[in-house]
């Protein structure tokens, strides 16, 4: 695996989940080493004056009047991350705070921060030794940057607070000498520049937002199935229907679905069964998932560029600009535009959810799906599907209470100073619980949908759903008798977001 080198060109959102889940290792360009140099050596030239600038020689906040001595400098950066660093809740996983780590280094690296050199190499050192501050998830209100959640990220590069090395969880100043690090000392601002950023909600969003791309091309395909079991007609997927409402992300679910339904032009065993049959139309959560899912997936194109703009963002205070000779106050360590994006997220993933769930409901409502009632034979000795629709509609219900938005919340803090906050941490943090359960709706109706096909036999399926219900069929027998789900849940999870799905979905959407 190739390093990455920051500054070379902008940063993906592929990239950062190379580096938080792949672990690929991270260096600086000549570019970047040049603009953070620029940017420390002009600061250092402009604190000789004797000026005051925030945060470099005063206090913060509200003690912004408090002018600091050049011999405490130093205690003025140490000691605002030992402060700050009032974080309460269980610990993020290792891929986020990964991801937090590159987003930091990238932003320092921009060279509009002042920090020195030695800072940014500090900071991919751990990275790619393996150090992993531990952070817990609670404590941002993403406004003056996500000060808690950045504080623990920052104090084991002063030999502080508390890390993970090689899965073992010790003292920042333990894992340093595990790796072969040094601890470094902080110059004017860099402590500062370490906590002012939105690297907590931009790192959630990013893996958030991965796996949402992902469960939205899972969606599809799974919306197929039930169609497919349902005996649904794909006429709703027509091209022509699509053109003359041009949403993009409609269209692309339309051609999605059909892709899965008739491959080549060609209707399966199954749709040719039914095309006499005198239905009219389906319901709404088969007949509208070109408009249900494209709304989803119109979002997510709308957060993925939110996300791109903040990871290639400079978010910290103040900004150096040496080659217009300025150093200036402003706010971009304010969360608002990914609080906003994340709530959306939320509710995207959760439209996924809901429709799902109806799809479920009608496979297993014999009323509906012209099948055995809960998808078993003998029904009343056995319950068959009947709790897996209850278990979705338990997590679809949780959705619908995570997805008020948390962006239109505000709590001054700071004694007033940081008057209006965006909430941004939790709006990244709640979109991925609602994004998991998302997930869990929709293998529950992956499971059901394969089940639907298989009281069809010995009628078949397109080629490539056949190839989906085969590899869950590898591991999931057919429910012919009752039997605890749990085990099957899990495993159809694990299917779904394997490389193998993956690969099957690539291929249909390639021809």
């Known amino acids: 695996m190739e390093t990455l080198h920051l500054g070379a060109q902008p940063l993906t959102l592929e990239d950062i989940f190379q580096v938080a889940v792949n672990q690929k290792q991270v260096d600086l360009s000549a570019q970047a080493r040049a603009k953070i140099q620029a940017a420390h050596e002009f600061l250092k030239s402009r604190l000789l004056t004797g000026e005051t600038y925030y945060g470099v020689n005063t206090g913060f906040g509200l003690l912004s009047h408090v002018r600091i001595s050049s011999a405490d400098l130093e205690s003025l950066q140490h000691n605002l991350l030992r402060s700050h660093a009032c974080g309460v809740g269980a610990a993020l996983p290792d891929a986020a705070v990964r991801a937090m780590l590159v987003l930091r280094a990238a932003s320092l690296s921009i060279g509009h921060s002042g920090v020195s050199l030695q800072l940014v190499e500090q900071i991919l050192l751990l990275l790619n030794r393996g150090v992993i501050p531990v952070v817990p998830e609670q404590g941002s209100v993403g406004a003056s940057g996500d000060l808690a959640p950045l504080s623990h990220l920052a104090l084991p590069l002063i030999g502080e607070g508390r890390a993970r090395f090689r899965g073992q969880e010790m003292s920042g100043a333990q894992a340093l000498k595990a790796a072969g690090i040094q601890p470094i000392r902080l110059g004017p601002k860099e402590g500062l520049a370490l906590i002012n950023g939105t690297q907590f909600m931009a790192a959630l969003g990013t893996l958030h937002l991965l796996k949402a791309e992902r469960l939205a091309d899972l969606a599809d395909l799974i919306g197929a199935m039930s169609v497919e079991a349902l005996r649904g007609t794909p006429a709703a997927f027509d091209p022509a229907i699509h053109r003359v409402r041009p949403h993009p992300g409609q269209a692309q679910v339309a051609e999605n679905v059909l892709k899965?339904?008739?491959?080549r032009g060609q209707r399966s065993e199954i749709g040719k069964s039914h095309e006499d049959c005198n239905r009219v139309q389906d319901p709404y959560s088969l007949r509208c998932i070109p408009q249900v899912h494209g709304a989803s997936r119109d979002i997510l194109t709308f957060v993925r560029q939110v996300l791109e703009r903040e990871v290639n963002s400079v978010t910290d205070n103040p900004l150096i600009f040496p080659e217009e000779g300025k150093i200036l106050n402003g706010g971009?360590?304010?969360?608002?535009?990914?609080?906003?994006?994340?709530?959306?997220?939320?509710?995207?993933a959760a439209e996924l959810a809901s429709i799902s769930e109806q799809r479920l409901e009608k496979l297993v409502n014999p009323a509906t799906s012209g099948l055995p009632a809960f998808l078993t034979v003998q029904g009343g000795l056995n319950s068959g599907f009947m709790i897996v629709q209850v278990t979705a509609a338990s997590l679809v219900s949780e959705n619908k209470t995570l997805c008020h938005p948390a962006s239109v919340d505000s709590i001054p803090t700071s004694a007033d100073k940081e008057d209006h906050v965006s909430m941004g941490a939790w709006a990244a943090r709640k979109a991925g619980m609602v994004i998991?359960?998302?997930?869990?709706?929709?293998?529950?109706?992956?499971?059901?949908?394969?089940?639907?096909?298989?009281?069809?036999?010995?009628?078949?399926?397109?080629?490539?759903?056949?190839?989906?219900?085969?590899?869950?069929?590898?591991?999931?027998k057919r429910l012919d008798g009752d039997r605890p789900f749990s085990e099957d849940f899990g495993a159809v999870?694990?299917?779904?977001?394997?490389?193998e799905m993956l690969q099957i979905i690539q291929s249909v959407s390639s021809n």
């Open 332 to 348: 971009n360590f304010h969360g608002q535009i990914l609080a906003n994006a994340m709530d959306m997220l939320s509710i995207a």
């Open 493 to 499: 999870l694990e299917m779904m977001n394997s490389d």
């Open 260 to 263: 899965w339904l008739t491959p």
């Open 436 to 476: 998991a359960n998302s997930q869990r709706v929709l293998s529950l109706e992956l499971l059901a949908a394969a089940q639907g096909v298989d009281l069809l036999r010995p009628l078949r399926s397109t080629e490539p759903l056949e190839k989906v219900h085969h590899m869950i069929r590898r591991r999931i």
